[in-house]
């Protein structure tokens, strides 16, 4: 059990990511329905990144650039062409997935074994790792699992107790009124959208060099979809987002867990695998109620 909840802490972590990148951007109004595409961007650039300076560090670097250029365009063509957010946000999808794939065999060719890094190391910390039970589940994981159960609750506190998180809610609630107290909705709306580029970024490079140690173009697998769930089902608030985090990541300690010691006799390894996407499917369709942003997805045109 304490291997499945450190799994599910660790497994958590880009996820999170993703899920408190949505939360902020789409408080705006702004659906990133490119996430997907910037996981699989971050996790390409990470990995290239990463590989060719074998420093990890250079890696999440390149992520974060590649999160933050893929985002860029997003928001540029939504927000200030206006454009419909989900098309641009699937057409950007299929996109990366291509650039993806391209890139890669550009830059290594077609290797005849798999390109490896080595991937981010456990970091126990010191005293607090040796607590029974709670020690190995929450206090011996990666940098990134540190910083993100951090910056949970520093989101939460920036979007409910502070001027700039009352913006952020405003424009997506009442952009007009965010606009007559001289504050410019497109920039804040860019802005988060900018935002989630770079932790989406931070979020892909987790599975390619963060976790596997490798890139292929099905790395993501959906994942970037299951974070922007989260957003959904935890009511684009960072509590939930942690909760929602929590049960996912819990979903894939599971597939892990008996993909790896082989005890799926009575169940194929396939539905193991699948039990993240199928919760996705059966909480969003068994949730009566959403507290929606009022603006969500909708482009805001200044009035003469």
Request: with cysteine.
């Amino acid at each position: 059990m304490i291997y499945l909840l450190s799994v599910t802490i660790m497994m958590g972590t880009p996820l999170l990511f993703g899920a408190l990148a949505e939360v902020i951007a789409e408080r705006t109004g702004m659906m990133v329905t490119a996430i997907e595409g910037i996981f699989l961007m971050g996790a390409w650039a990470g990995f290239v990144g990463g590989y060719l300076s074998g420093s990890l560090t250079l890696g999440f670097l390149s992520a974060m650039l590649a999160g933050l250029l893929v985002a860029a365009l997003y928001g540029w063509i939504c927000i200030y062409l206006k454009q419909h957010q989900v098309v641009t946000g699937v057409a950007i999808n299929l996109l990366a997935v291509g650039l993806c794939s391209f890139l890669y065999r550009v830059i290594f060719g077609v290797p005849i074994t798999p390109l490896t890094v080595n991937p981010l190391a456990t970091i126990p910390i010191p005293l607090l790792s040796d607590i029974p039970l709670l020690g190995p589940i929450l206090f011996n994981q990666t940098i990134l699992t540190y910083i993100i159960y951090l910056l949970a609750p520093l989101s939460y506190f920036m979007l409910y107790k502070t001027s700039i998180g009352l913006t952020i809610r405003s424009a997506g609630e009442n952009p007009e009124a965010v606009d007559v107290a001289g504050i410019n909705v497109l920039r804040v709306r860019f802005l988060t959208v900018l935002l989630a580029g770079v932790m989406g970024g931070v979020a892909g490079a987790f599975y390619s060099i963060g976790f596997l140690g490798m890139f292929t173009t099905n790395i993501i697998g959906g994942r970037g979809w299951i974070a922007f769930a989260i957003c959904f089902l935890g009511n684009w608030n960072p509590k939930g987002a942690v909760i929602g985090t929590l049960a996912f990541g819990f979903a894939e300690a599971i597939a892990i867990y008996m993909q790896s010691t082989g005890n799926s006799a009575l169940f194929p390894n396939e539905l193991f695998i699948a039990l993240p996407y199928i919760m996705t499917i059966v909480l969003t369709v068994s949730r009566k109620s959403f507290s929606v942003p009022a603006k969500l997805g909708v482009p805001y045109v200044k009035e003469n």
